[in-house]
């Protein structure tokens, strides 16, 4: 039977107003970070938490700001009260936020140390893109006619050069040491070759205070291997300096910088559907046609650092400059980035800057050998230890440090052609207390106080300096749960100049609903509350569930909807029961809803987009080091009897919708109608209008929905539609044309603020999208 909602035909109450300034932190519920144990390590499960703009409907406007905002003037100065030589003049970021002036003491401080550091690498190493080649410097290196190796361990005795090339005895390849704690030795060629072979395993010996030596893995090798044969086995460094004929070349350049970034996520490793370690290679020729035939722009690749644990998801790295050894060479992933680009499709790495694994024989640990911090690539005492996450935390005032991870950054970009970075862990940086116990309410004094990482603070201004400078094309992304503001703004203007930040409380909240609610009890005002509470003028990335939202201990958002009924019901030879029809729809709805609303840009997890059963479990002792959930099922989707294609197809047509009508990146967006007693959602983003029925029974017939611009208007996407799984309940065929609403320049006189409408239909559990016809 059909339904009309009581608010049809009659003016509805006025929603909030259509254009948002920046409204005070307070607004937003706080969320208490916890911590959450996986796979025997503790890696921080972050609750996730965007600060924002209060109200359900606006258009949002991006206010520019006229450079230069802030500037170095000369190394003299009369004013004892700033650092040598630098005067902040005025900050774009509060001409942007006027609630920012009541920090600006705390704001100038920051970038006066941005400006003074950069002046002084300006200085000393010509530019900040000359700094950032450390690795022309360090490690292997090549001049004429011999190898150049060099290793800053200022707390080392002595030091030497062992490896496969010298039958691991170093007393033949002493290193000499300079004023900066900079060990170096040469190598000449012997008869035109190379004195290490490429492919060789090398290892750097140092002799501690008291006498003993112990071996590590140079810190900036470019390759490590493990010995797959031996339980345990301990990593060796790798000399990696392949001949011509064997070095990869690339062939094709970087795509253009997408309108709007659309990300699949995704683990080379884990992304075989048989239980095995997937390679570099077979990902390039078996997953990325499956990712442009889903019309995605950009991948978004975990666990490329090398990692000694596999289990860490790569987020314990060990080796900054070496590709994970697990899933081939470094040729084989420049192979799949160019494979990528030949496909118009952008690479973005999960780069970790935010710590480093405790692991002292395989990683960079190994070289802190007590010394105080200003000779460590990281803190000492409690300072240098991240507690919860059980790894180490860098000293982003040290200049090798800087040197270290800027190198780092520039090294991925250019050796391998990556467009750009998603920076994990970036809340643990921005504060002295990682965000521990922390309940981020979105007051500004959370943000700009002692607890804040001034030095931390001062590195990512430099590395969104330095990789916007190399590539002013790239993508940068923050995994940040505190909403500080400023930190998606240019660095110019005083910002921290990321891109994009994760809309991390997106996931938190469907969780929630699809954990503890009933269909009929969800909020359609408190859905889109959370999908649009995000700060005036800095972008956000939404997403529904990444990888974080399917590993072991959670389930994926169709295994929460579905549960067993995926093992057993999901034929589409047959009717589907009342799970497997609720599951599919509301799987579909969800993502969707999120894409249209949650950002400017959207991610999924690869085999999401299909309803991916089952969670992430790397191989561990607790599952007797088993590989069967470390893999995606794409078997199940490929099978046409099964119902996985319906989401598959609908994820498929609602990402190629960005590219035929550009909506996710509208400043565009205006929230018509949340009506919580018929669970409708009706609203604008760019020139579509999206109309969405939660509720679990009500299908509405002549449901009248409002629009800014007259004219003609017909489908272009239905949930409901049978190529996704829905039942065809709307005619595709039918124009809808408008009617105006009210009094001509009376808004309050329109229906639901909006000055034309037009009658549709809507289906229960579906979501329909019309665009104007053009004339």
Known sequence: MLAVPACHGRAAPAPAPAYASVQPGGQVEGRRIGCWDVLGLQRFHLKRNMWGVGGLTRSLSFKASSPPIVKATSLKTDKPDKPAGYEVEKLGVVEVDPMLAAHQTHLRYRVREFLKRKAEIEKVEGSLEEFAKGYEKYGFTREENCILYQEWAPAAAAAQLIGDFNNWDGSKHIMERDEFGVWSIRLPDEGGVSAIPHGSKVKFRMQKGDGTWVDRIPAWIKFAVVDPTVFAAYYDGVYWDPPVSQRYQFQHARPAKPVAPLIYEAHVGMSSKEPMVASYRQFADEVLPRIKANNYNTIQLMAIMEHAYYGCFGYHVTNFFAASSRSGTPEDLKYLIDKAHSMGIRVLMDVVHSHASTNAVDGLAGYDLGQPSQDSYFHTGARGYHKLWDSRLFNYGSWEVQRFLLSNLRWWMEEYMFDGFRFDGVTSMLYHHHGLNMCFTGNYHEYFSEATDVEAVM?????????????????????????????????????????????????????????????????????????????????????????????????????????????????????ANLIVDRGIALHKMIHFITMALGGEGYLNFMGNEFGHPEWIDFPRQGNNWSFDKCRRRWDLVDQDHLRYKFMNNFNRAMIALQEEFCFVNSSKQYISCTDESEKLIVFERGDLVFVFNFHPTKTYSGLKVGCEIPGKYRICLDSDAAEFGGHSRVDHNVDHFTNPEGEPGKPETNYNNRPHSFMVMSPSRSCQVYYKVPE
């Open 459 to 575: 590195y990512l201004m430099l590395a969104n300096e330095l990789v916007h400078t190399i590539y002013p094309d790239a993508t940068v992304i923050a995994e940040d749960v505190s909403g500080m503001p400023t930190l998606c703004r240019p660095v110019s203007e005083g910002g921290v100049g990321f891109d994009y930040r994760l809309a991390m409380a997106i996931p938190d909240k469907w969780i929630q609903y699809l954990k503890e609610r009933k269909d009929e009890d969800w909020s359609m005002g408190d859905i889109v509350y959370t999908l649009v509470n995000r700060r005036y003028t800095e972008a956000c990335v939404g997403y529904a569930e990444s990888h974080d939202q399917s590993m072991v201990g959670d389930k994926t958002f169709a295994f929460l909807l579905m549960d067993k009924e995926m093992y057993y019901s999901m034929s589409a030879t047959q009717q």
